[in-house]
Structures are given as C-alpha cells and as structure tokens.
C-alpha cells in the first residue's frame, strides 16, 4: 500500500531551526522529483522547494531563499527540508510531494504546478512563536 509520510514539524521560536522529512513507501520508481509545498492558516498554498531525481537540479522560492535547504536519500526513499532562521510567517502546515519524472524540477517550480504532481503526503505542522 502506498505511504508518503511527513514529520519533523513542531513549534519553535523565532530564528530556530527544524528538518522536515518525507519518506514514501508500497511503490518503486524509477525516477521522481521531490517537492514541498506550505499552507499557512486562511492562505493559499504556496510552493516552497524541489529537487529533482539525481539532485542535479534544486530550486526554492524567493522567500525561503538562503534560509531552507531541501536534500534527498534515493536509497531510502527520504526527502529532507532543512528549515533554518525561522520566522513567524513560515507557519503553516508542510506537504511533501513526489512527481514521477527525470526532468529539471524547475519545470514544476510553482503553485500552478500542484495539481501536477502525483502523490501528496497528510502535512506536518510547523508553528513558529515565542
């Protein structure tokens, strides 16, 4: 059966540091990019990261630019986030998705491109507070 799983969420203060990660299971593929997405509360979803299958191609968005850091473990199907220098308006709940294709992930770079992709996982919560 097939398994996309998020943790690693939680509540932090400002400027504090957590590593999300994604790891999926009951399927094999041969090629996949990895991205996540954040939801904040009464907002629309926005795109936050992708890595592309052979991690040769690595996009974020603007506003996590120099602070996130998304990485990947082909050989146990686990993507990470890095979410470092934390701010309150990165609240929101923290979706892993996965897209079965070999091309540079900046072609599913953006919200546009949710419905894209093929296999979403339940979120994890991040809350940034002091």
């Avoid at 996309?4 to 996949?32: A, H």
């Avoid at 998705?97 to 900046?106: E, F, R, V």
């Amino acid at each position: 059966q097939f398994q996309l799983v998020e943790s690693g969420g939680g509540r932090v203060q400002p400027g504090g540091s957590l590593r999300l990660s994604c790891t999926f299971s009951g399927f094999t593929l041969d090629y996949y990019l990895i991205a996540w997405f954040r939801q904040a509360p009464g907002k629309e979803r926005e795109w936050v990261s992708c890595i592309s299958s052979t991690s040769g191609s690595i996009t974020y968005a603007d506003s996590v630019k120099g602070r996130f850091t998304i990485s990947r473990y082909n050989d146990v199907k686990t993507g990470y986030l890095h979410l470092s220098e934390l701010q309150p308006e990165d609240t929101g709940v923290y979706y892993c998705a996965i897209k079965q294709t070999n091309i540079p992930c900046t072609y599913y770079a953006g919200e546009r491109y949710s419905v894209k992709y093929d296999y979403w996982g339940q979120g994890t919560q991040v809350i940034v507070s002091s």
